[in-house]
């Protein structure tokens, strides 16, 4: 008897299905804000951009992502080493130099990500500006050599911000 029931909920089930994984809904933000997100969506969109090959990076939830990265135990830094001292290495390879989480570095990048380009582009914020000056910031912030940088990534160097982004962005 319970045969029929089985089969009228597994109709349902089937016909409101997500078409394809492109149809799921995405997940409610859970540390972005929603301002966070649009900044951090052009950012990834510009690295990963939607072309005749296939989707971008927002169509493909890579902001959704990092905001559950951020959101749990990786955000939280709860396996990372972040005892002092943190000098500066002369070279690369010694890994993560910051007393602050991953959560902590993207507040702080986002927001000397936010008073560089309101400085340098009258106010604006990354996601209000046109796609050849959003190129010009990511390219400042993955070298780290525009002159002006350092006066607003005087927590977080822009360059290291910008390879955990991109990082994340490519995970």
């Known amino acids: 008897s319970s045969e029929p029931v089985a089969e009228e909920a597994k109709a349902k089930t089937t016909k409101h299905k997500a078409q394809s994984w492109a149809d799921a809904p995405l ?4 540390f972005f804000s929603g301002e966070d997100a649009d900044v951090v969506g052009a950012m990834a969109n510009r690295i990963y951009p939607k ?18 990265q951020l959101a749990g135990g990786w955000g939280n830094g709860e396996r990372m080493y972040r005892q002092g001292p943190f000098p500066v290495p002369a070279s690369t ?3 993560w ?19 560089y380009t309101a400085a340098k582009y ?5 996601d209000e500006l046109k796609p050849a000056q959003q190129d010009t910031v990511l390219t400042a912030l993955a070298t780290g050599t525009a ?25």
């Open 27 to 30: 997940l409610p933000l859970r």
């Open 51 to 68: 072309d005749k090959l296939g989707p971008g990076a927002t169509d493909l939830g890579v902001v959704e992502y990092i905001d559950s």
């Open 93 to 95: 390879g010694h890994g």
């Open 97 to 115: 130099q910051y007393a602050m989480t991953p959560g902590d570095a993207y507040r702080v990048g986002l927001d000397s990500l936010a008073a």
């Open 122 to 126: 009258h106010g604006q914020t990354f």
């Open 147 to 171: 002159k002006d940088l350092e006066t607003y990534f005087d927590q977080i160097t822009a360059s290291d911000f910008f390879a955990m982004f991109y990082e994340n962005v490519k995970e």
